[in-house]
């Protein structure tokens, strides 16, 4: 019976924010239900969610690494925009979609890197680092494009197109690819030697340096992992689009950075949950798409969107505070 | 009996200050030999040079009776000697097992983490250094543990890591009674599989229960050595600590 209760207890500290954040999905389902059936049932609503829901993902997923170890970035939302600027314009240079695909992603883990590296050296608070950051980039976006867009019809006759974002047999194939990264993380976090160095690393630095963690080693490449998944994302919305345009990105900022604290990772660091975050990105994007298709008017959206915020934050305070 | 490690006359300096003068020290397989001096004694120094965080400026190391040249951190722990620091380095959110195989996990190619077998070695390592509660197992975090059974995670972690020698540099700090006992059933544990213990401390009582030998530094001079069967009660180490401190 103790057994049972130590396993009990156990489970839930592994996984009751990630519980949490599932109860909070199916409540905001079920409301949705209730208060406007006609819509819910309506295939559109879903389709414009699952749209909306891979490049949140690959915005959301690495910034649970980056939360967990203690650290933070804004800057995402400009590499975003740079990755996908790197892309169309070597596709409209006549370049390989395929190569452009690389490189564009090599650009986002180098603005990681660099982010990472300026803040860890330096001593400097990642969060004012990275707003400054956030800004520089996007200037130097602007400046480049000239605030122009670049349109890109010719991806759709390369093979990477129908690959990554096409349609296979009416599924869109960047729910699979999203699919796949959130396996992927959901592994490389809690049982690869990469996140449980993150957790050991946001939990407790000084005791990771004293069990021979190379610290600022860890948090450089969490660094770099949110430069990659902002370029993936990135480019994926560029590809589906067939457009870039210097703006691009911004609106995902507080989008993703809600996702990650509604799905149950905490602000303090050491703890982080993919599969939470998965259900917090699936909040967000409901209430960004269900909000309008119940006929509710745009103007609600900001308004549910940070009273969800602040519900799921004080509903995860009920797992407790940060244990020292 | 075998000597675990050796310091044969050690001195250390630091610019003109002498910390340790010609200190001398031995820790033989098997025994808890208890290290007390006042506070600015030289004890932070003598374990520092014992874990190879300083080397000597005069005088010898012997592992197993073989002299080692240029000491350093990583030669102590190649040679078994582990340190269990006065705050312990656990991360408290994480789970036992992750502390006990913290940077030191077992993997899989490409850093995949051998779950099953951490679980499986750190059940068995918190059972044989005498954790019993059928509450706590490897999977339980840190944070719900007690001051006494965080000790033993480190303690634990530090057998894991093939340590011969544990240096529990005041383990009973802060404790309440009944943790300190916890304590102390680890400490027998570990002396119990053949391995050694050096017990840092300044509650006489404390250092007097658990060890076997006790050393008594002042003024960075081992000043007296003596065998717990020598004496009889804790107020005569006491008194000898009383006379040896200052007099020399």
Same mark, same amino acid.
């Given at each position: 019976?103790?057994?049972?209760?130590?396993?009990?207890?156990?489970?839930?500290?592994?996984?009751?924010?990630?519980?949490?954040?599932?109860?909070?999905?199916?409540?905001?389902?079920?409301?949705?239900?209730?208060?406007?059936?006609?819509?819910?049932?309506?295939? %559109?609503?879903?389709?414009?969610?699952?749209?909306?829901?891979?490049?949140?993902?690959?915005?959301?997923?690495?910034?649970?690494?980056?939360?967990?170890?203690?650290?933070?970035?804004?800057? $995402?939302?400009s590499t975003y925009a740079v990755a996908a600027y790197v892309f169309a314009l070597l596709v409209k240079?006549?370049?390989?979609?395929?190569?452009?695909?690389?490189?564009g992603?090599?650009t986002?883990?180098?603005?990681?890197?660099?982010?990472?590296?300026?803040?860890?050296?330096?001593?400097?608070?990642?969060?004012?680092?990275?707003?400054?950051?956030?800004?520089?980039l996007r200037?130097v976006i602007l400046?480049l494009s000239?605030?122009r867009s670049i349109?890109?019809?010719?991806?759709? %006759?390369?093979?990477?197109?129908?690959?990554?974002?096409? %349609?296979?047999?009416? $599924?869109?194939?960047?729910?699979?690819?999203?699919?796949?990264?959130?396996?992927?993380?959901?592994?490389? $976090?809690?049982?690869?030697?990469?996140?449980?160095?993150?957790?050991?690393?946001?939990?407790?630095?000084?005791?990771?340096?004293?069990?021979?963690?190379?610290? %600022?080693?860890?948090?450089?490449?969490?660094?770099?992992?949110?430069?990659?998944?902002?370029a993936?994302?990135g480019i994926?919305?560029t590809?589906?689009?067939?457009?870039f345009f210097p703006?691009q990105g911004?609106?995902?900022?507080?989008?993703?950075?809600?996702?990650?604290?509604?799905?149950?990772?905490?602000?303090?660091?050491?703890?982080?949950?993919?599969?939470?975050?998965?259900?917090?990105?699936?909040?967000?994007?409901?209430?960004?798409?269900?909000?309008?298709?119940?006929?509710?008017?745009?103007?609600?959206?900001?308004?549910?969107?940070?009273?969800?915020?602040?519900?799921?934050?004080?509903?995860?305070?009920?797992?407790?505070?940060?244990?020292? | 009996?075998?000597?675990?490690?050796?310091?044969?006359?050690?001195?250390?300096?630091?610019?003109?200050?002498?910390?340790?003068?010609?200190?001398?020290?031995?820790?033989?397989?098997?025994?808890?030999?208890?290290?007390?001096?006042?506070?600015?004694?030289?004890?932070?120094?003598?374990?520092?040079?014992?874990?190879?965080?300083?080397?000597?400026?005069?005088?010898?190391?012997?592992?197993?009776?073989?002299?080692?040249?240029?000491?350093?951190?990583?030669?102590?722990?190649?040679?078994?000697?582990?340190?269990?620091?006065?705050?312990?380095?656990?991360?408290?959110?994480?789970?036992?097992?992750?502390?006990?195989?913290?940077?030191?996990?077992?993997?899989?190619?490409?850093?995949?983490?051998?779950?099953?077998?951490?679980?499986?070695?750190?059940?068995?390592?918190?059972?044989?250094?005498?954790?019993?509660?059928?509450?706590?197992?490897?999977?339980?975090?840190?944070?719900?543990?007690?001051?006494?059974?965080?000790?033993?995670?480190?303690?634990?972690?530090?057998?894991?890591?093939?340590?011969?020698?544990?240096?529990?540099?005041?383990?009973?700090?802060?404790?309440?009674?009944?943790?300190?006992?916890?304590?102390?059933?680890?400490?027998?544990?570990?002396?119990?599989?053949?391995?050694?213990?050096?017990?840092?401390? @300044?509650?006489?009582?404390?250092?007097?229960?658990?060890?076997?030998?006790?050393?008594?530094?002042?003024?960075?001079?081992?000043? @007296?050595?003596?065998?717990?069967?020598?004496?009889?009660?804790?107020?005569?180490?006491?008194?000898?600590?009383?006379?040896?401190?200052?007099? @020399?």
């Amino acid at each position: 019976m103790s057994n049972n209760n130590s396993y009990l207890s156990n489970y839930f500290h592994r996984n009751g924010r990630a519980l949490g954040s599932i109860g909070y999905f199916v409540l905001l389902m079920v409301i949705f239900l209730i208060g406007a059936p006609e819509a819910w049932i309506r295939p %559109n609503l879903h389709q414009s969610v699952f749209v909306m829901m891979p490049t949140l993902i690959f915005l959301t997923i690495p910034l649970v690494f980056l939360v967990a170890s203690g650290e933070i970035d804004l800057s $995402f939302a400009s590499t975003y925009a740079v990755a996908a600027y790197v892309f169309a314009l070597l596709v409209k240079n006549g370049v390989d979609p395929a190569i452009c695909l690389v490189l564009g992603i090599f650009t986002g883990a180098a603005i990681g890197a660099l982010v990472g590296t300026l803040i860890v050296v330096f001593r400097l608070s990642s969060l004012v680092a990275s707003l400054g950051v956030l800004f520089l980039l996007r200037g130097v976006i602007l400046l480049l494009s000239n605030s122009r867009s670049i349109t890109i019809m010719e991806v759709e %006759n390369h093979w990477i197109y129908p690959l990554l974002v096409g %349609n296979f047999y009416g $599924f869109p194939m960047q729910i699979f690819w999203a699919a796949i990264f959130v396996i992927f993380c959901y592994y490389f $976090f809690n049982k690869h030697v990469f996140g449980i160095h993150i957790q050991h690393v946001g939990d407790n630095s000084v005791s990771a340096e004293q069990m021979g963690i190379n610290v %600022n080693a860890v948090k450089i490449k969490a660094f770099m992992f949110v430069g990659i998944g902002s370029a993936i994302g990135g480019i994926f919305t560029t590809m589906i689009t067939y457009t870039f345009f210097p703006t691009q990105g911004f609106g995902y900022l507080l989008l993703a950075l809600a996702a990650v604290f509604v799905g149950g990772t905490p602000y303090w660091g050491g703890l982080g949950t993919i599969i939470g975050a998965v259900f917090g990105v699936g909040i967000i994007a409901y209430m960004e798409i269900g909000i309008i298709a119940i006929g509710w008017s745009g103007e609600w959206r900001q308004f549910f969107n940070g009273l969800i915020i602040l519900l799921a934050l004080l509903g995860h305070r009920l797992h407790g505070e940060r244990v020292r | 009996m075998e000597n675990i490690i050796e310091l044969d006359n050690v001195t250390k300096r630091f610019g003109g200050i002498t910390a340790l003068n010609k200190a001398s020290l031995k820790v033989t397989r098997g025994e808890v030999v208890g290290l007390i001096g006042d506070n600015g004694a030289g004890k932070s120094t003598l374990i520092k040079t014992l874990v190879g965080v300083y080397s000597p400026d005069e005088g010898d190391i012997l592992i197993r009776g073989k002299k080692v040249n240029a000491w350093n951190a990583l030669k102590a722990r190649e040679s078994g000697i582990e340190t269990v620091f006065q705050d312990r380095a656990l991360t408290p959110q994480q789970s036992i097992v992750k502390n006990i195989f913290m940077g030191k996990e077992l993997r899989y190619p490409f850093g995949f983490i051998k779950e099953k077998e951490q679980i499986f070695e750190a059940n068995r390592l918190i059972r044989e250094i005498g954790f019993t509660s059928k509450l706590i197992n490897a999977e339980s975090p840190v944070g719900n543990l007690s001051g006494g059974e965080r000790q033993g995670v480190a303690i634990a972690r530090a057998i894991y890591n093939k340590a011969e020698l544990i240096v529990l540099d005041e383990p009973t700090n802060n404790l309440s009674l009944n943790e300190t006992q916890k304590v102390f059933d680890f400490v027998l544990n570990v002396k119990k599989s053949n391995r050694s213990v050096l017990f840092i401390g @300044h509650n006489i009582y404390h250092v007097y229960d658990i060890s076997d030998r006790f050393v008594i530094l002042d003024r960075g001079e081992v000043v @007296h050595q003596l065998n717990k069967n020598e004496i009889s009660t804790p107020e005569e180490l006491m008194k000898i600590m009383r006379d040896t401190i200052g007099a @020399h």
